[in-house]
């Protein structure tokens, strides 16, 4: 239980924020958006928090939770290459 809660503490955060920053990179600049997508990450913070403790074991949690953090942020890093993320 203790592994489950460093991996909810640790890698949540980060994978709530890179999947917001992914939906904002992806769609155009519109200002009344961004606020409110921002504020989104607080409740899908609390979805992959809950997600978490739904999966049988902690390690495949973790790796889950890294992929998609990293798969996010190598998306958000190829879409600022090409030129096509929503500044």
Do not use: D, E, N
Request: net charge positive; with cysteine; glycine share 6%.
């Amino acid at each position: 239980m203790i592994a489950r809660s460093v991996v909810v503490v640790l890698l949540t955060v980060p994978t709530s924020i890179v999947l917001v920053a992914l939906v904002l990179a992806a769609t155009p600049p519109l200002p009344g958006l961004r606020v409110p997508l921002v504020l989104f990450v607080i409740p899908l913070w609390m979805v992959l928090a809950t997600a978490c403790f739904l999966i049988p074991k902690a390690s495949t949690a973790a790796v889950v939770l890294l992929a998609v953090s990293l798969g996010g942020y190598a998306v958000i890093q190829l879409l600022a290459a090409l030129g096509l993320g929503g500044a």
